[in-house]
């Protein structure tokens, strides 16, 4: 009789795993099917953080138009996959970055050079190894080598407004600012899961007006 019993109960176990794991198919399938249903009618499902990136975390940019270091704004945006590819939870951030002189524009104006080459550089900034936002090169500064700049475009935003440009980073943007007016330049860089829009303001007009 113990025997049987024993039996019995090994078989009772084995059924009782059985369909616990049949059950735990049955969920994971069910789960799959509903992601893959949003994905097809909803897409990618952003979703924004109202407390925003963490300051400390944003990144100082040394951007030099031949040769010289000038001030820019920027747009940092982390984008954290919580179900990758159907759920992001994004997180913004809008900087700047000033050089040490006060009296540098962000306007970066012709003087008729042949070319205008550009060269840009980040940095995490500390303060008693705590890291920590820097606005000015005035920190200690730890170059990093994880950034991508991985796209420019350049705008016209004079009347006739057009994009002239949208590609790789160019080192002579020169060719694309010929035409007289104004022209936002903007730089895409990334790291990880942050994306930072780096922009650069182009004059070769005396008349600043825009439309």
Known sequence: MRKEAVLDYI?????????????????????????????IFFGTIEITNPLGYPSPKARYYNVK???????????????????????????????????????????????????????ISSYSCYAKKVQVECVRPDKEMKENNDE???????????KPRKKVYSGELLNDFAPYIKEEGIYMIKIYAKHRFTTNEIEIEFVNTDKLTYN
């Open 148 to 158: 991508e700049y991985f796209k420019m475009e350049i705008e016209r935003t004079t």
């Open 65 to 119: 138009v031949n040769g010289k270091q000038i001030p820019i704004n920027y747009t940092t945006k982390h984008s954290f996959p919580i179900i990758p590819y159907v759920v992001n939870i994004n997180s913004y951030y809008r900087g700047f970055n000033y050089t040490n002189n006060p009296k540098d524009s962000y306007i970066v104006k012709a003087d008729n050079s042949t070319s205008y080459n550009v060269e």
């Open 11 to 39: 078989e009772t176990s084995e059924d009782l795993k059985q369909s616990k794991k049949k059950r735990i198919k049955r969920i994971i399938g069910a789960v799959i099917i509903i992601i893959i249903l949003i994905k």
